[in-house]
């Protein structure tokens, strides 16, 4: 049985159709995450899931049970989610225990709910803290009180509203980190809203990529990167290059080589896309054959665990490409010299170009 | 060396050793603010001075008749208003603020209203609605035959009559903070306590009540600081209070040290106000955790709980407001042509003319003690500023004592030694002049004023100051190019609330005006002494029309106020 069920979700802003007929189902125990820019529709979802947003058509389904449909539209506090905001928004006038104690409200004695409190302030680490006030905390500190207190009444569901964008980078990653330790500990079902690629495929076991309002590919995060379905999904994900081409005989032309363009029809125009990481550069020997394809190199910057390189690569028709390679490690090759190229072409995925836009 | 004097010449190489003084108290800027502080703040220390000459048998005399009843009244007053308007006002600002319900716009700004009008007028305007022989009465009796002593009546002038016009006309102080604090709290703080499985009724009681506390406590304060400073409605429903006893220990009985120490005591009532309030803030500290502001949800309310959420809003506007300007109106209609002549149109003058001086002298004040404390933001200026803010909480016949007594005691002594040396009298030279009753409305209305300007002067950041200087400004180009224009329509709205406050006014000017120097409210109130309340409507719809010009000032201030909501 499904945590969270949504049947053919739309929902409209005056004119504006936010969400336009979502579905999609999480699993007792898993992680999804709304992955989309701003403005698509992946917090209107979640505040429809929640009970925040009447709904307007389709159904919600929260652990089998129909919590909204054209009839019924349960308030929030009798669907038993646990919700998370961006802000966090701790209650300014309780303490960090009283804070997450506030969502126990069926444990009528006061010791019982302190102690689920202090439990669950333990598993996020903060148990020290329960006597603080929430502007005494620090932002790290201030999300994982909210986290204890969604989690505290053991909700089936977690809603996550973009849950780190108020962090800096650094403290990111280790309160993602400890957030994925404890949702999967809870057993709980989370689904997460996003507009980073990154962290979504940190957090999730699937995927929901969302544009205008529609949920435009999902699936495991391995597969929306190395399958895209689209021009945007593929561009969604990382920095990727762009080549123009034309189908000729089931393939286009490129400074690499053809590349495979299945199905596609003779004759039209495509977009070939190329992760920077499938272009894997090397040096050329003195008296090595000449390679395949070779490229100027424009600049070459480290970036910790992988180096940029940009490359100028040779005349196609009169004009010079651009492009960005990723090379793991460290991997700087001087201005002007001239590497070898080679292109991956599990990472190059070619549309036809009426759909770039 | 005069006082002033900052630079010595020659002393030291830079010239600019600090003299004794300046050590002491800064500099120019800090004097002024010290100055201006210091006379706001002299009435009160001279009431206080006043009420500790001893009066012997006269304050015997008050302590065993008068003075349980005026503390009595006085507490009864305080709570029935404070729960009044407490109610209202918390109530209304939660309905327009949270749910949708048709005319919730309009309710948001028409809430606002009675604050138009003065309780005095509401006092006077009711009692000729509702006495024996007002259309109320009359109509009831025209349509059930019944005679006299046929039904009972409630009587309109009595202590429950007061806490009734007082809160209707006093809630709008609540309403206003209320919603703004419900306005400013995250939306997203009431959702998560909605999804922690509370109702919209418990999420109300257990977070948004709590968070808006400090606001409300706030609004209540300032009601009961108003309901102290009333005069006009207790003395005219006889509830002896101590504005009223004050009023017949100085004029009635003609010891004015006892109206001092019956001011003193007042001024007691204030002070555990004002320390009231700062306790229930306590400990808890309620900076917004969240940042993030959405559009309020406002839950559709449908059926019976609109039309509910109807009547809550539109009660105490049709009994605040439209009831009573109605019955103005009315009643202007039939007695206008009689009543506005030259006199009228004198008192008109009148009014303006103390209004426009006050209000002038209270944004120049302003403008200077905002200044200093930009100039020198040190402790002593910042203590100051707050000094001089202090004084709206001090009741207006407080006020009047303060300066008062010791005015008349300058200008007696003067006149004493000019008459026995130069055979000449002098007369008044300071008590009932325009001096005196400007100088009174100044310390009741500064706060105003100072509020308005500091909060303008800050949206002037530093680095403005700083980009404008390396642009080649200097200061005082500076201040006329970059401050001037910023601050100029906050300078105005400054003025104009004050103005209004002082059109309203009527226990301090009562008291205090140069003799034969009537205004619209003392026009108000003496025609409603003598019975002639609809010939009183005439001024008192003048004021009453002066007094909406603030509450639109103050409900646009309100619509702009919300982050993220700016022109919602």
Not at chain 2, 13 to 33: H, I, K, M, N, Y
Request: aromatic share 8%.
């Amino acid at each position: 049985m499904d945590a969270l069920r949504l049947d053919r979700v739309s929902h409209r802003f005056g004119g504006l159709l936010a969400v336009d007929e979502v579905s999609l189902a999480v699993h007792p125990g898993e992680v999804v995450c709304l992955l989309g820019p701003s403005g698509c529709g992946k917090t209107t979802v979640l505040r429809i899931a929640a009970g925040l947003e009447r709904l307007q058509a389709g159904r919600v389904l929260i652990s089998g049970q129909t919590v909204a449909d054209g009839t019924i539209d349960l308030p929030p506090e009798k669907r038993g989610v646990g919700l998370v905001f961006q802000d966090y928004a701790l209650f300014p006038h309780l303490n960090v225990l009283d804070n997450v104690a506030f969502g126990l409200v069926d444990a009528r004695d006061t010791p019982a709910r302190k102690a689920r409190a202090q439990d669950v302030l333990a598993q996020v680490d903060m148990a020290d803290w329960a006597a603080s006030w929430p502007h005494e905390l620090s932002g790290g500190q201030q999300q994982r009180v909210a986290l204890a207190r969604a989690l505290a009444p053991r909700p089936r569901l977690v809603l996550l509203d973009e849950p780190f964008s108020g962090l800096d980078s650094r403290l990111r990653d280790q309160v993602r980190d400890q957030t994925l330790h404890v949702l999967k500990q809870s057993g709980a079902a989370t689904l997460m809203v996003t507009h980073d690629s990154e962290e979504a495929m940190f957090m999730a076991d699937r995927i929901a990529v969302m544009r205008q309002g529609r949920v435009v590919q999902l699936g495991r995060p391995t597969q929306l990167y190395c399958q895209p379905d689209s021009v945007f999904v593929a561009s969604f994900f990382s920095e990727i290059n762009r080549i123009k081409g034309v189908v000729k005989s089931g393939s286009v032309h490129t400074p690499f080589g053809a590349v495979a363009a299945d199905g596609l029809a003779e004759g039209a125009e495509v977009a070939v896309l190329i992760r920077p990481e499938a272009l894997r550069l090397s040096a050329i020997e003195d008296g090595a054959p000449e390679p395949a394809s070779a490229a100027r190199v424009l600049a070459a910057r480290l970036l910790g665990r992988t180096s940029l390189i940009h490359l100028c690569m040779g005349d196609m028709g009169g004009q010079h490409l651009h492009l960005h390679a990723r090379m793991p490690g460290q991997f700087l090759p001087t201005e002007d010299e001239i590497v070898a190229v080679d292109l991956d072409r599990r990472q190059t995925f070619v549309f036809p170009i009426a759909e770039t836009t | 060396m005069t006082l002033f004097d900052r630079v010595a010449p020659g002393d030291g190489p830079g010239g600019r050793a600090p003299s004794a003084l300046a050590a002491v108290f800064g500099d120019v800027w800090t004097l002024v603010a010290l100055a201006l502080a210091l006379g706001v703040a002299l009435p009160v220390i001279a009431v206080f001075g006043l009420a500790a000459i001893p009066t012997g048998p006269v304050w015997r005399h008050l302590v065993d008749t008068v003075l349980a009843i005026y503390v009595g009244n006085t507490v009864v007053l305080l709570i029935g208003v404070g729960i009044g308007v407490l109610t209202i006002g918390v109530g209304t600002a939660w309905l327009v603020t949270m749910y949708r319900f048709p005319g919730r716009r309009v309710f948001q700004v028409a809430l606002l209203l009675p604050m138009a009008i003065p309780a005095y007028v509401i006092a006077y305007t009711y009692t000729g609605l509702l006495d024996f022989a007002g259309p109320v009465q009359s109509g009831l009796r025209a349509l059930t035959g019944w005679a006299r002593r046929d039904y009972w009546w409630p009587e309109v002038r009595s202590l429950g009559g007061a806490i009734a016009m007082l809160t209707l006309v006093l809630y709008p102080y609540v309403y206003m903070l209320a919603r703004a604090a419900f306005l400013e709290q995250s939306v997203c703080v009431l959702e998560i306590s909605r999804t922690l499985g509370r109702g919209p009724w418990r999420t109300f009681a257990e977070v948004a009540l709590p968070l808006a506390r400090p606001a409300i406590v706030t609004g209540v304060t300032l009601a009961l600081m108003e309901t102290l400073n009333d005069y006009g409605t207790v003395q005219y429903f006889a509830v002896d209070t101590f504005a009223t006893g004050i009023f017949r220990a100085w004029f009635g009985m003609g010891q004015p040290g006892a109206a001092a120490q019956l001011a003193a005591i007042l001024m007691l009532f204030v002070l555990a106000l004002i320390l009231a309030e700062r306790l229930s803030r306590g400990r808890a500290r309620f900076h917004q955790t969240s940042m993030r502001y959405r559009g309020l949800p406002g839950l559709e309310l449908r059926g019976a709980a609109s039309a509910l959420a109807i009547g809550a809003c539109a009660l105490p506007v049709l009994f605040g407001f439209i009831v009573p300007a109605t019955a103005l109106a009315a009643w202007a209609i039939k007695t206008a042509p009689a009543m506005v002549d030259v006199h009228f149109l004198r008192l008109a003058r009148n009014s303006f003319v103390l209004a426009a001086i006050a209000a002038m002298a209270a944004v120049a004040m302003s403008v200077l003690l905002a200044y200093s404390y930009r100039l020198r933001p040190s402790r002593l200026v910042f203590a100051a500023n707050r000094v001089a803010a202090m004084g709206y909480a001090a009741p207006g016949l407080v006020v009047a004592v303060g300066i008062m007594l010791p005015f008349a005691e300058f200008d007696n002594r003067i006149d004493a030694f000019m008459r026995a040396h130069f055979g000449w009298s002098t007369g008044l030279l300071l008590s009932g002049t325009l001096v005196a009753v400007t100088y009174a409305y100044l310390v009741r209305f500064l706060a105003v004023a100072l509020s308005t300007v500091e909060a303008s002067l800050a949206k002037v950041t530093p680095s403005m100051d700083q980009a404008a200087r390396t642009l080649g400004h200097g200061p005082l180009a500076t201040v006329l190019r970059v401050h001037a224009p910023i601050m100029r329509p906050s300078l105005l709205t400054a003025a104009v609330l004050v103005f209004v406050d002082v059109m309203k006014e009527l226990p301090a000017t009562l008291v205090m005006r140069p003799f034969n120097f009537d205004t619209l409210a003392i026009r108000v109130y003496e025609l409603a002494g003598d019975e002639r309340l609809a010939d009183s409507s005439s001024a008192a719809l003048a004021i009453v029309l002066v007094g909406i010009v603030p509450v639109a000032l103050i409900s646009r201030a309100i619509q702009h106020g919300r982050p993220g909501n700016a022109g919602a």
